[in-house]
């Protein structure tokens, strides 16, 4: 059991099952980044995660990371005044720091021809008519 302050004993399942404010939040805020940001910074940051009235903004440019910090300290007042007013969600500060791109942005490796096991593998996928797999006749 959990006690809650308005509703005394709550079942934990029951409190599981409540919607995470935190998540919510940062979930909307994800949908709506280019709002947040604005369209020169919407290819180059992403919002990492939203806690304790801190928002952390990833920049996946090392060369962009500085002059974001600049600019964040300089517009923090008006970006905090957004957040409070289009969605309600009050934020004491933000941060900015390095980080990998989104998986979207990051080529995938190619496959290389030359590995063996791929190999075997590909040719097992094709099945029984390759003649590997031919059971005792």
């Known amino acids: 059991m959990r006690r809650s302050a308005s509703r ?6 029951a409190a599981a099952r ?4 935190t998540a919510l939040a940062e979930a909307q805020l994800r949908r709506s980044w280019l709002l ?3 369209p020169a910074l919407v290819d180059q940051t992403r919002l990492l995660r939203a806690h304790k009235g801190i928002l952390v903004v ?15 300290e300089a517009i923090w007042p008006q970006l905090r005044e957004r957040l409070e007013r289009l969605w309600k ?11 990998d791109p989104p998986e979207s942005e990051t080529p995938a490796p190619p496959r290389s021809r030359s590995d063996p096991l791929l190999a075997v ?6 099945g029984p008519k390759e003649g590997w797999t031919r059971g005792p006749e």
């Open 8 to 13: 005394g004993l709550v079942p934990l399942g």
């Open 18 to 21: 409540q919607p995470d404010r």
């Open 36 to 38: 947040v940001v604005g």
């Open 58 to 72: 990833g920049c996946w440019r090392p060369d962009l990371v500085p002059s974001l910090r600049q600019a964040a």
């Open 89 to 99: 969600l009050k934020f004491q500060r933000m941060e900015i720091v390095p980080c």
């Open 121 to 126: 593998l590909e040719h097992l996928r094709r």
